[in-house]
């Protein structure tokens, strides 16, 4: 069975860094791509960055780049997501998410972020 | 970038009722890389459609998509009590990819 478990997230003031991580286990985690995809409080989702298998493509949403920085250790079937300079934008679900030919077809259940002071 | 506009904003049907939703795409998506999402409240998205037009696994006959170009639907012929939720459209066919459509919920009248 596909599982994807995030955490990392938490309160955090504006400015601060935290880093976010996803254990990915019942699938072979060095075939597929990763990307992590947001959701603020009762709004619609917002895609933020993804890896490809090798780590040899990374992209970023606008909104992030500079500040995020993507990684995976496929040692350690593990993605994670360097979250820097935060702003009270950033607040929101964090939720990682498999990508099978770009397609997100498995999803974590997601980690609360709140960038408040 | 790639902007997708989903319509209605909110439908409101009742169970047994054909639902028809849009998506907008701002230019054209490279081979009809489109899929939706459904989401209920509480959990995360789970997807239905990729492709434009095939099933994910596991998804009921009664989803169905549609489309091409800068243009897409998925139709839900029935509805069913649990598909009264969010959803989302979602191109992946260029750069930035992901970006997602603003979401079209789907309640009970």
């Known amino acids: 069975e596909v599982q994807l478990v995030e955490s990392g997230g938490g309160l955090v003031q504006p400015g601060r860094s935290l880093r976010l991580s996803c254990a990915a286990s019942g699938f072979t985690f060095d075939d597929y791509a990763m990307h992590w995809v947001r959701q603020a409080p009762g709004k619609g989702l917002e895609w933020v960055s993804g890896?490809?298998?090798?780590?040899?493509?990374?992209g970023y949403a606008d909104s992030v780049k500079g500040r995020f920085t993507i990684s995976r250790d496929n040692a350690k079937n593990s993605l994670y997501l360097q979250m820097n300079s935060l702003r009270a934008e950033d607040t929101a679900l964090y939720y990682c998410a498999r990508a099978f030919g770009g397609v997100l077809d498995y999803w974590g259940q997601g980690t609360l972020v709140t960038v408040s002071s | 970038e790639i902007v997708l506009t989903q319509s209605p904003g909110t439908l409101s049907l009742s169970p047994g009722e054909r639902a028809t939703l849009s998506c907008r795409a701002s230019?054209?998506?490279?081979?009809?890389?489109l899929a939706w999402y459904q989401q209920k409240p509480g959990q995360a998205p789970r997807l239905l459609i990729y492709?434009?037009?095939s099933r994910a696994t596991g998804i009921p006959d009664r989803f169905s998509g549609s489309g091409s170009g800068t243009d897409f639907t998925l139709t839900i012929s029935r509805l069913e009590p649990e598909d009264f939720a969010v959803y989302y459209c979602?191109?992946?066919?260029?750069?930035?990819?992901?970006?997602f459509g603003q979401g079209t919920k789907v309640e009970i009248k």
């Open positions: 230019q054209s998506v490279s081979s009809s890389y």
């Open positions: 492709g434009a037009s």
């Open positions: 979602q191109q992946y066919g260029s750069s930035p990819p992901g970006t």
């Open positions: 890896i490809s298998w090798n780590s040899g493509s990374i």
